[in-house]
């Protein structure tokens, strides 16, 4: 969005006071809202205070505004400026807000630029009789009945430079004009006619429940020959859209003892009752002859169980069980795992 400032200095007038209409509708604004919450008027009293400059903002009605909503002036100013609904620079009487936006320009809206351009000049220049001035807008809401301009207050569709020309001659002249379509449409209809919904049907009544009885005589079975012929070639079963190849293949379930309970029978087949109480087929353990050969298996730890009261460790590097490893005359260094390396009673290796 372009930069908004205030008009030069030079446009500005000296001062700007509320007239009595104005500040009987600031009065009705102000009281909607609760004490201290003034300020939500502002909107509405830029507005009003527009109209009464004549179409746009100076810097004393800002003020004004400001003063009346006990506001500082800069938080008005931010609002004025920021919408562009306010006009900061003076404008025609007749003040015209062209619409350039998509829908305006595929029906014509660049030739009725070209009749603002000739009659008016460049955007926001005001004639020398102060009669009009014009700015191009965006999207006005109007686009049924495009190209479309919006002149003051009032909305003037269905354009073309001939009856643009004309409107334009008519305000400058003091003429009545006509607002909205200038083609003869109503609202947004279609243009000339209407062409839809003219079916007497669709009015009368006679169409309320016809859905019910399409859709009943949809579901009652074919009557005719070639219905049932269709019908009756339907296969009964679904087939397998793919072969079986790779497809799991069912199979019976294994002979368990659930399974022969499920079928009456004794859970347990008497010929393995019979094997399983016959002491000579049961089976016997031995136990291994090489396994009790074997020596139990070191512990990893840096000490072990002592070997009785009185004995002499088996190692010079063993301590005895319970001895702290802090207090133990030796300690394991990792030198007996070293071959060639004996150690004596002084902890001297040789």
């Given amino acids: 969005m372009a930069v908004r400032k205030l008009a030069p200095e030079e446009l500005q007038p000296e001062s700007f006071v509320f007239s009595p209409d104005t ?33 746009w903002l100076p810097r004393k ?6 003063t009346r909503l006990d506001m500082p002036f800069i938080r008005v100013m931010e609002v004025a400026t920021f919408y562009t609904m306010f006009n900061l620079e003076p404008v025609g009487k007749y003040f015209i807000q062209f619409c350039g936006t998509t829908p305006c320009v595929l029906r014509g809206a660049g030739d009725i ?36 301009v919006q002149i003051n207050d009032d909305y003037y569709e269905d354009l073309t430079p001939e009856n643009f020309e004309k409107l334009l001659d008519d305000l400058a002249a003091g003429r009545p004009v006509k607002k909205g379509s200038q083609i003869g449409r109503n609202t947004s209809e279609p243009f000339e006619a209407v062409n839809t919904l003219q079916d007497p049907s669709l009015y009368d009544g006679s169409q309320i429940g016809t859905w019910r009885k399409r ?31 790779g497809r799991p293949i069912e199979s019976e379930v294994a002979d368990t003892p659930a399974e022969r ?43 072990v169980a002592s070997p009785g009261g009185g004995a002499t460790p088996t190692s010079p590097t063993t301590p005895n069980a319970g001895t702290p490893p802090g207090q133990s005359e030796t300690r394991r260094d990792g030198s007996e795992s070293k071959p060639g390396v004996v150690v004596d009673k002084d902890n001297k290796t040789s």
Avoid at 61 to 66: L, N
Avoid at 115 to 143: M, P, Y
Avoid at 216 to 243: C, D, F, R, Y
Avoid at 279 to 302: H, M, Y
């Fill in 261 to 303: 309970a499920k079928k009456g029978e004794a859970p347990v087949n008497p010929v393995d009752q019979k094997e399983a109480a016959d002491p000579s087929r049961a089976t016997k353990v031995e136990p291994r002859t090489e396994d009790a050969a074997k020596p139990a298996p070191q512990s990893g730890k840096s000490y």
């Fill in 61 to 66: 009605a800002i003020e004004a505004v400001a």
């Fill in 113 to 148: 630029r070209q009749v603002l351009e000739k009659r008016i000049g460049d955007q926001n220049h005001v004639t020398a009789d102060g009669n009009f001035s014009w700015l191009e807008v965006e999207c006005l809401g109007a686009c049924c009945n495009a190209p479309m």
């Fill in 23 to 55: 500040e009987a509708f600031a009065e009705q604004q102000i009281a909607k809202y609760p004490p201290g919450r003034q300020a939500s008027a502002v909107i509405p009293l830029l507005w009003k205070a527009q109209e009464q400059a004549g179409g």
């Fill in 215 to 245: 859709f009943e005589e949809q579901a009652q079975p074919a009557g005719t020959g070639e219905a049932a012929a269709a019908v009756a070639s339907v296969p009964q079963e679904a087939k397998a859209a793919k072969p079986t190849a």
